[in-house]
């Protein structure tokens, strides 16, 4: 593996890792596809079927380019996804501002990625580091090329098309059906994948208990006009759900995955008031099972409400 900080005169470093050829592979891509990880440990089986998947073909010739972007820490990702099947090289990005997301040598080496993954952190780094720069646009210029966008924690919660950011705070399941505004901030118009419109993803799920909090996310998108209708896409820890071009999320991993979706104007969502929402509706899928983001459910598997900031009912 080579290390090396890519420096201009008067700018902030950028460290990149580089493990494999430094050469451009330039492969024709398949996809676009996605990768939403719900944390811990990552799904390896995930970010090998999407490496497949852009490449169109398992066991075959093809390579892929893959960067990691981060905003702290190394290497780690290096390795392990360089041991995958069909991988030219893998190079880890940590960047830090907005300074390091407009600059041309960084822009210029996500470009030219086939499959790019975000590692966890935090959420609201990579919403003001990336929404409105150039690397932005890289990023979506390789979705558009038919390229993998993986992610896991923060990392996948970006990819929605509603994101709840934490630039205020990290709230919790009890604080955010106590009061839906406090702290809770949102980003929109970071990235518009295919089939994601009107989405909020959310991870370490049932680790953290979470399913209060992206009903509140829900309910909040509703109230305040953004969405008629909004789509949680929850994930537990150990947990991906992977994308497919024509939009089938299919569930990977030891865990589960729970599809929430809100469609009416909450009851009560107010400031310094607690939450009132009827029905959720709610899909619980385990490994292998399925849902098409294109061609919408509306039959959940179970109904769930809050009154006054508490679940009627067990949620999981």
């Not at 104007?265 to 959720?280: A, R, V």
């Amino acid at each position: 593996m080579t290390m090396t900080i890519l420096a201009l005169p008067a700018q902030a470093k950028v460290t990149s890792y580089l493990t494999g050829n430094v050469a451009d592979v330039n492969s024709s891509l398949t996809g676009p596809v996605y990768d939403l990880g719900g944390g811990g440990s990552d799904v390896d089986e995930a970010i090998q079927w999407m490496i497949n998947e852009v490449r169109g073909c398992t066991n075959c010739s093809t390579k892929v380019d893959v960067v990691i972007i981060r905003a702290s820490g190394g290497a780690g990702y290096n390795e392990p996804i360089y041991d995958m099947d069909g991988v030219d090289s893998v190079e880890t990005l940590v960047i830090h501002s907005r300074e390091d997301a407009n600059r041309a040598d960084v822009v210029n080496i996500v470009t030219n990625a086939e499959v790019i993954f975000f590692a966890g952190g935090d959420q609201c780094e990579y919403t003001r580091n990336f929404k409105g720069t150039q690397l932005e646009n890289a990023i979506e210029s390789v979705n558009k090329r038919g390229g993998g966008i993986g992610g896991t924690s923060a990392g996948a919660m970006i990819q929605s098309d509603l994101v709840y950011n934490a630039c205020s705070d990290t709230v919790g399941t009890r604080e955010a059906l106590e009061d839906p505004y406090e702290d809770i901030l949102f980003t929109y118009n970071l990235f518009e994948w295919p089939n994601m419109k009107d989405t909020l993803v959310d991870t370490h799920f049932y680790q953290r208990d979470r399913m209060g909090r992206i009903m509140t996310f829900i309910a909040r998108q509703l109230r305040d006009g953004i969405s008629e209708s909004v789509l949680g896409i929850a994930v537990d820890e150990e947990t991906s759900v992977v994308v497919d071009k024509n939009g089938l999320a299919r569930v990977m991993g030891k865990n589960l995955a729970y599809f929430v979706l809100g469609d009416h104007i909450p009851e009560k969502c107010e400031p310094q008031k607690t939450l009132t929402f009827s029905d959720y509706k709610i899909w619980k899928l385990r490994k292998g099972d399925t849902f098409d983001l294109k061609n919408r459910s509306t039959q959940p598997d179970y109904l769930v409400s809050v009154e006054n900031g508490r679940l009627t009912s067990d949620p999981y």
